[in-house]
């Protein structure tokens, strides 16, 4: 018996060891000093510099002081928590005060305000991070500043990354006065050295980034990307962005190549593609996804998008699968609404709101394209031949736009397998077909579409859709849905009123004939977009009358 009693003390002893001997660092810029241990408030270290030496194991936190400014950045390589004592980053009290104000990382002339390379089980929260430009010829030795960089160098995967409550502002790798060339905007991604608010970059495609969660962080003016996410052959997985705001950034607000399993929710959005700073790209979605897989994106809202190229509120571009956009807000984006790329397989819209996106005009202001309300286009790279999206799910969505605006809509005559139903066009002033025009313009529109399933949708008149596009509803509905605050920017101005024309009138979704993969099961939701159940039998447009 006392073998067995003295077997499993040391047992427990072992499995507690991680966390007994945990410690915690603590970093003041203004009362440590780097030659201490960092093991208490009175033995702190001064700089992120000595901060980035530790070693760091299972349980250890490192506290930076609560309102103070820090410089240069944070480096943590080769460090590994563990799933129950992850390695925390975070601000710290200096004294009684139970409020704890963000410690500031400025990074200005440096890499990254946080790198995170080859290490595992990390928590990062309640941090400010900022690089405006540099000082005197102290540039970035790299060809980017980044507020928070994840990455690898190692064939080692890495798991279970947590970014919370992290605060990026005024990120740019250039000084301030720095201007673009006029062409630079053209590019497809720009050419330039921007700075960036958040980056998952994995391009060693024999090892995953895996489980990354991005969550109630802000990110203000950077100079391109909030946040970027850049695989290899799908080697970025299990990724959640939730409740974040992103405002102004130069490039799209959130961006996402080579990944798969991906969970986009509840984030606010506006004005994407910002040209307030000379610095800043100027051309950018709110979201858009290249070469990726299984992204479910739903209750964001995407506004003000800017740019002469793309710019809707969120697109698919090529080379993407399963790719679901529901229960968001699209409003003002100058390049539109929906756009599904070419090469695309089994993707939906359902249960948005659209208000007045898509009024960019060709040739004005340097626009290069123009702006569509839904558009479906062949384009998959610049030397592919034409090949439209396969199995493209539109349904349920709420489309206003007021009299200014001509809505646009293109569809790729090699689209193949197209569902629109029990959606509402609301356009005011009208629509008309465009070619689309990635690069090189789709030499026709909509009529050679195959497997085309256009049917109950409810448009205000019979110019609400374009006569001249090749398809048609073969059983439209026409009248004025009179929503309780058309022009609002919520969802709920679009509650319907005239429930005679909405209330329990669309049809079951079913499968396109030729889709036998598609995981966007079930394709009948039982919630709208303000959370109302949806009955067996649908409405139209994305919000059930109660």
């Known amino acids: 018996m006392y073998l067995k009693n003295t077997y499993f003390i040391v047992l427990i002893a072992f499995l507690c060891q991680a966390h007994v001997f945990a410690k915690d660092y603590f970093v003041h810029p203004k009362l440590g000093n780097d030659t201490y241990s960092g093991e208490s408030k009175q033995k702190a270290f001064r700089t992120l510099e000595k901060a980035s030496t530790i070693n760091y194991l299972p349980g250890d936190c490192l506290l930076l002081a609560s309102g103070e400014t820090f410089t240069k950045g944070l480096e943590l390589k080769h460090c590994n928590g563990s799933k129950n004592n992850p390695i925390r980053i975070t601000s710290y009290s ?85 201007t673009r060339g006029k062409d630079e905007v053209k590019t497809a991604n720009g050419t330039q050295k921007y700075g960036w608010g958040i980056r998952v970059i994995n391009q060693n495609d024999k090892t995953l980034i895996d489980d990354v969660i991005i969550e109630n962080c802000s990110i203000k003016s950077v100079s391109h990307t909030g946040i970027k996410l850049t695989g290899s052959k799908k080697n970025i997985t299990n990724i959640t962005i939730k409740n974040n705001s992103i405002e102004r950034p130069g490039g799209p607000g959130i961006q996402m190549s080579h990944v798969k ?115 479906l286009s062949g384009y998959q790279g610049q030397e592919k031949k034409r090949k439209g999206p396969v199995n493209s799910y539109f349904y349920n969505n709420t489309m206003y736009s007021d009299a200014t605006i001509v809505s646009k809509i293109a ?10 139903a029990n959606n509402i066009f609301y356009l005011k002033g009208g629509a008309k077909a465009v070619l689309g025009d990635q690069y090189k313009p789709d030499s026709q529109s909509g009529d050679l579409a195959e497997d085309v399933v256009f049917k109950n949708n409810l448009f205000l008149n019979s110019e609400s859709w374009p006569k001249d596009i090749g398809l048609f509803d073969s059983d439209p509905i026409f009248g004025n849905p009179k ?27 079913e499968l396109l004939p030729n889709d036998t993969a598609s995981s966007l099961q079930p394709l009948n939701l039982k919630k709208d977009i303000l959370g109302n159940t949806v009955t067996r039998k649908p409405s139209i447009g994305a919000i059930a009358p109660q």
């Open 411 to 420: 569809i790729d005559n090699t689209s193949k397998g197209i569902l629109i």
């Open 483 to 509: 929503f309780s605050d058309a022009g609002g920017l919520n969802a709920a101005d679009y509650i319907p009123t005239q429930l005679d024309l909405i209330k329990d009138k669309g049809i079951t979704i």
């Open 94 to 178: 200096w004294d009684s005060n139970p409020t704890v104000v963000p410690a500031t990382i400025n990074f200005k002339g440096y890499a990254t305000g946080i790198l995170i390379e080859d290490s595992s089980f990390i928590e990062v929260s309640n941090i400010q991070l900022t690089a405006d430009g540099y000082y005197d010829d102290l540039k970035a030795p790299s060809n980017m500043t980044c507020g928070v960089l994840i990455t690898n160098s190692t064939s080692n995967k890495m798991q279970n990354i947590s970014l919370d409550r992290l605060s990026i502002y005024d990120v740019f790798y250039e000084a301030k006065g720095f």
């Open 261 to 375: 399993d991906v969970h986009v929710s509840n984030n606010h959005v506006t004005h994407s593609g910002s040209d307030d700073d000379t610095r800043k790209w100027g051309r950018g979605s709110g979201l858009w996804t290249w070469s990726a897989s299984n992204v479910l994106i739903e209750n964001n809202k995407f506004l003000y998008a800017n740019g002469p190229g793309d710019s809707a509120g969120a697109h698919i571009d090529f080379n993407c699968d399963n790719i679901i956009l529901q229960y968001n807000v699209s409003a003002y984006n100058s390049g539109g609404f929906c756009e599904i790329l070419g090469n695309n397989y089994n993707c939906a819209y359902r249960y948005n709101i659209s208000i007045n996106d898509g009024h960019r005009i060709k040739g004005v202001d340097g626009a290069f394209q123009e702006g569509k309300l839904f558009w």
